[in-house]
């Protein structure tokens, strides 16, 4: 099903899709590294954006990420 709903976007834009994964500890590094990407030579398709926690002893461990989905200006 997920290939049918994303069939369109990859005849429209092909091999010229490119994806972008950031991982960080700290939102605030993951919100400067964002935002250093994103250029206006890019086209933005998504952004997926997602946060996990854990515990490690008795330490609690976050895990901030993100996946831009983008194509190359022609």
Do not use: R
Request: charged share 30%; net charge negative; aromatic share 14%.
């Amino acid at each position: 099903m997920t290939i049918k709903l994303f069939s369109p976007l990859y005849n429209e834009i092909g091999d010229n899709m490119k994806v972008k994964i950031f991982d960080f500890e700290d939102e605030k590094d993951l919100e400067d590294a964002v935002n250093n990407f994103l250029s206006s030579d890019m086209d933005l398709i998504d952004i997926k954006y997602q946060v996990s926690s854990s515990i490690y002893s008795e330490e609690q461990i976050y895990c901030f990420s993100a996946m831009i989905i983008y194509s190359n200006k022609e």
